[in-house]
């Protein structure tokens, strides 16, 4: 693998190695490094099974703000059993125990979540905290794939999921710069946006609701509706942003302050295939054994490690994301709305503009997807893709929109992180065949920040309730199942790039 950065790269932010020292000071001041391990005698340096995360991850611009639960321990020797262990807590492990304790809090005190890194150092504190939902896009491809009313179905739950996060930050008052916004879609490719198009205009004809909040402009109102230079499409519809480390850290400080015991830099080493006679699974960490009656794994790209059933059926993805800011002193142009560059099919960048005039941008696709050694089943996020470094750092927001070109705008970070991809993508949610009481929620595709919190209250009320899939709310197709676990084709590398 590459180095972590390059000579330039390095060059470029020592240029800005004032906010880059403000930065250092403030996780210094906030980060709690892990007690002491609690029983020496039980302590490896063992590691998991491929894949696992690994060590000095690439800093994201959304962990230099430290919450002080991110390195965090409730007790200093892991406890020895527990009815609920949760693996993972990013998004999908906080929100999930969120739900788990909605007009339960006693129930905290039975619920450990163990993180085998900071809290929130995976895909979620590494992405562009985009609530993007596809309202059209994808919706051919799965009304071919899986009828016009799975289509439908998707598109209103992803669609709802915008709604539900800002329900969610407003009734627990959460200071995550939440934004309501619109997303446009750009294609630079005339042939592209024909295809889109045409696709588009099928939907209407068909009366596919999800398009009643889609806009479309085409030819010279597509560059003036997006503010993309060049653009010969555009379509516009409801999205949000977050800063997501900050949404999952109050998720988690609330569920502590409810009794949940969070365990982090605790790497999970295996799961027992079966429960005992009394019905615990015996989850082995490097710090010992914890028993636990329920497990959950909220491990996404890592789950096959924990569950060897999904080996070859989630696997890790690696992506870049990066942030661009303008001169300090300056103001950025304005730019309201969060974009998807698209250059032709399956590649494409999206930005997010922030309210402190910078943009969190990511993609870089026609950079390095060509070469499968740089992003397949790699999971390595200590290294940067380097080609994409390159594309980013040169006059990125300058050459793409109207109003930018002397914005002075340049790369101040750079980050890896590692997706969970399904090889039939779309999400593996519910149950684990054959294994009672244990539950996964992964494998979200890069595009979980508009699944996920739905996706978990339904399989909080599995658990809680007891009920089947069918009474979750979520779409059948992402129910994890012995037959998808038995498909050997690989929708990842096979299928027509969209």
């Known amino acids: 693998m590459q180095s972590s950065q390059s000579p330039k790269f390095s060059n470029m932010t ?55 639960l991110d390195s965090h321990r409730c007790t200093l020797e892991l406890p020895e059993k527990c009815e609920i262990a949760v693996i993972g807590a990013g998004y999908t492990g906080a929100s999930l125990v969120h739900h788990l304790l909605d007009g339960n809090d006693s129930a905290g005190r039975s619920i450990a979540i163990l993180e085998a890194r900071e809290a929130c150092s995976g895909a979620t504190g590494r992405n562009g905290g985009h609530l993007k939902p596809d309202v059209y896009f994808n919706i051919p491809k799965y009304k ?7 289509a439908t179905e998707i598109a209103k739950f992803e669609s709802s999921q915008v709604f539900a996060v800002k329900d969610l930050v407003e009734k627990e008052r959460i200071d995550c710069e939440f934004h309501l916004t619109r997303a446009v879609d750009a294609c630079l490719d005339q042939d592209h946006a024909d295809k889109c198009k045409a696709e588009f205009d099928q939907l209407i004809a068909s009366g596919e609701p999800s398009t009643r909040d889609v806009h479309y402009a085409g030819g010279k109102d597509a560059e003036a509706l997006s503010g993309v ?26 569920a502590v302050d409810r009794g949940v015991n969070l365990q982090t830099h605790t790497p999970v ?68 709305n969060t974009h998807s560059v698209r250059h032709g099919p399956g590649l494409y960048d999206y930005q997010i503009p ?64 590692i997706m969970g991809y399904t090889t039939d993508l779309m999400p593996h949610i519910g ?4 294994k009672p009481n244990q539950y996964v929620c992964a494998g979200f595709n890069g595009h979980g920040m508009p699944l996920i919190l739905l996706a978990t209250k339904g399989v909080a009320k599995m658990i809680r309730e007891g009920c089947d899939f069918g009474e979750t709310g979520i779409p059948s197709v992402f129910q994890t199942t012995e037959a998808r676990l038995r498909d050997d084709s690989n929708a990842i590398l096979d299928s027509k790039p969209q």
């Not at 880059?20 to 980060?31: N, P, S």
């Not at 942003?241 to 998720?251: A, D, F, N, Q, S």
């Not at 996020?381 to 914005?407: C, H």
């Open 431 to 434: 149950s684990i065949p054959h």
């Open 229 to 254: 230079i060049g653009a010969k499409g555009a379509f516009s519809f409801t999205a949000g942003h977050i800063w997501p480390y900050k949404m999952v850290m109050h998720l988690l400080q609330r």
């Open 269 to 336: 080493l295996s799961i027992s295939e079966t429960p005992s006679k009394d019905g615990y699974y015996a989850v082995k960490t490097q710090r010992g054994t914890l028993l636990a009656k329920t497990v959950v794994l909220a491990t996404n790209a890592y789950t096959s490690s924990l569950a060897p059933e999904f080996t070859s059926r989630i696997i890790p993805v690696r992506g870049i994301c990066t942030r661009i800011n303008v001169p300090e002193g300056t103001t950025a142009p304005y730019l309201p």
């Open 354 to 417: 922030r309210m402190d005039g910078s943009i969190i941008v990511g993609g870089g696709r026609k950079t390095f997807w060509d070469d499968v050694s740089q992003w397949y089943n790699v999971t390595d996020d200590k290294t940067l893709i380097e080609p994409a470094v390159e594309y980013f750092k040169d006059d990125m927001m300058q050459k793409t929109y109207r109003g930018w070109e002397n914005s002075g705008a340049k790369l101040d970070m750079a980050w890896t992180g």
């Open 144 to 150: 071919k794939m899986f009828g016009n009313k799975m």
């Open 14 to 68: 020592a240029s800005n190695s004032s906010t880059a020292k403000a930065r250092l000071e403030a996780i210094q001041k906030t980060f709690t490094p892990p007690p002491p391990p609690s029983l020496p005698s039980q302590t490896t340096t063992q590691n998991p099974p491929f894949p696992y995360p690994v060590a000095d991850a690439t800093i994201p611009f959304w962990r230099t703000e430290l919450h002080p």
